[in-house]
């Protein structure tokens, strides 16, 4: 009974507190925000309406269970793939924000394998924005006449994601450009959005003490925060192509600064394939095997030498441009987020894969000390070359590790 009280105590507490937090945050300032205060507590309820029945479901669901028996581990499994459903619901309802954070939930590993195979569908989704909503926020940043700044201005956008979309122009000096737009009014939603994910994050956690999600929402809101910031994805932009400026194979897309702002950015325009299109690098005579290397040079670069490492690197961020006679660049975009690496991991990181290529046992448990993973570091193997090592070379330092 106190649990039941518990659970409903705290779904009625953060619905109110969401409520609170959508007006809040949406009629800031603006005396328009009472139609956008309204959209807020729809998109808050229908989050807290969600997040209360996953929480129902997974508290009954398993009631009276054993831990750790089949039965629980069945019905558990079973549990966390109707959750699964239900936030994919959510996200394709909510959109931006969500579906961000559904990308993001999908791509770690600690999760259940039911939320990260039913979320990743969101990879690939998301809806344009109408144009003329589009037009006002460039017109808006420039003050000039869309027509003034660009002579040719492709209305249907050339791409789309859940937090800006890129359409084609030509300037007047003829130069092919990709402008990236922010959806209008995307920050101020996001705001909303993380409150109301913090609330219910922690209610979460105290129904549930076992599980704590303070951590992942914060290193979430860290990546939205750089995502959101044009003028950071510039300067990284202009950093990466600083590193690359010897190297013939890497191309960065030069920044137009005149026509960049926090959430417009003005970019080169270049063509290319996606990485992973393999059968059109093959009729360009382009060997998928000399993107490959290529690649995996061009991450170890960024890696081991400059410590600066691009935190986005899917096939769409990636294309691989013909140059004729089967020779081709890599075109790296969309740079708003990165990570840093000071040298002494990029040191440690370096004898890791050392010690897993001379398979040295001894080093890779020493190195797993030094990375906070402890006995875990049997694991790296695995993790980083793909296969197990054979357990006679392991045997006495693993076992060791328990």
Known sequence: MLRRRRGSLLVAAAAGAALGAAYAVSCHGDCRGVPSALHGVIRSSRAVCTIGFVVVDYKYSLRGLAPGSADYRNKRSKVHLRSAKKLLKLCEANGGFYVKAGQFVSSLRQVPKEYSSTLSCLQDQATPCNFEDIKIVIEQKFGKDLHSIFLEFDEHPIAAASIAQVHRGRLYNNQEVAVKVQYPGLEQRMKLDIMT????????????????????????????????????????????????????????PRVFWELTSKDVLTMEFCSGYKIDNLDSLRKADISPTKVAKALIELFGEMIFIHGFVHGDPHPG?????????????????????????????RLDYCQLWKALILLDSQKILELGEQFGVGKY??????????????????????????
């Open 197 to 252: 994910m913090s609330i219910l994050s922690k209610s979460v956690s105290w129904i549930f003490p076992d599980y704590r999600f303070e951590k992942i929402l914060i290193e979430f809101e860290r990546t939205m925060s750089m995502e959101l910031d044009f003028i950071q994805e510039a300067r990284n932009s202009e950093r990466t192509a600083s590193c690359f400026r010897k190297n013939n194979v890497v191309k960065i």
């Open 317 to 345: 961020n990636i294309l691989v441009s013909p140059q004729g006679q089967g020779r081709f660049s890599l075109v790296l975009l969309d740079h708003g987020i990165y990570k840093e690496f000071d040298q002494k991991f």
């Open 377 to 402: 570091a049997k694991y790296f193997p695995v993790i980083f070359i793909g296969r197990t090592i054979e357990r006679y070379m392991l045997m006495i330092p693993f076992s060791k590790q328990g």
